[in-house]
DNA sequence: CCATTTTCCTACTATGTCAATAGGTATTAT
DNA sequence: ATAATACCTATTGACATAGTAGGAAAATGG
């Protein structure tokens, strides 16, 4: 699969504040990294990525954490993998000057181009708001528990 | 672009030798290095792995090459993909036992396997000789015309 | 003012993949 | 017999990934 989990954690830890930051409160990286069983240390990483993409709002301190910044159904999926992978929804680099056949120009348009619109129409579409309600139907609501 | 240079090399490949394969003549590594400028040491690793999937012949010896095994029309994009790069086609693999929590499995069904089944949609559909009647209209037919 | 909790930043590491390069062997047409 | 070709394996340098580790800065609550 094409996702690192740097991505994957990103999305899930977007998804898991959005649930559980109701009444205003604020979710911490300890709270996200036990309910989801990853490093701590590592949503350390990513998180503030997400939060100079302008994703979430942190709060430092005591009771401190993160909120979504804006609402999910505002959140498009493209939004998150351009914060945490600069490659993923990039065009294909252009072969330097000069140096590439008329074939592999045209390989390039009528499959990668075509291809990569693909993915990024799909990542361009969907928000966090629509993968929530759709999660919520599945699990009626029962978040932290845990599936085999 | 997730497209590693692997497979886009193997896609042009490919295509170069449907082109010039015509009156049964086989095309040498040396003939694609040359009319697409990649490496031929590199072209030599990955043609095997084409061969070994079934979709060249291989002619050792002076006057040796390859050949497409079938038609073009019957080569689909999924085919080289699958032969050239185990992952990208691939759906997530499972967290371990007991580890997910729910979120992270409704992540994975709602999201990531579907996204992955876009891609694997679209690289079974087409085929190889999708894209060259396509590149054949762009350049008519003026395959070894440098350009810029 | 102080202690604790949190985010945040930087560095480090182990592992693996990518994109070649290199050298040599087996096979085959001429 | 020779030259050209595919084929195989090893090696390399650069880079990315998935963390781990340690501590600095800030905010809260008392």
Redesign the interface.
Known sequence: ???STRV?YG??AL??IA?HSENGISVSTAEISE???VSQKYLEQILPLLRQAGLIRAQKGLRGGYRLSRPAANVK?SDVINALDA??L????PVE???????????N????MR??G??RE??EK?TLAE?LA??KG??SG???????
């Open positions: 699969m094409i996702v994957e999305v899930m998804l898991d649930i309910r989801q069983n999926l490659d993923i990039a065009d294909m680099e000057e000069g140096r590439a056949g008329a074939l592999r120009c045209c390989i348009e009528c499959l990668w291809l990569n693909l993915l799909y990542a969907v993968f759709e999660c599945k699990t029962a978040w932290d528990m845990y599936v085999i």
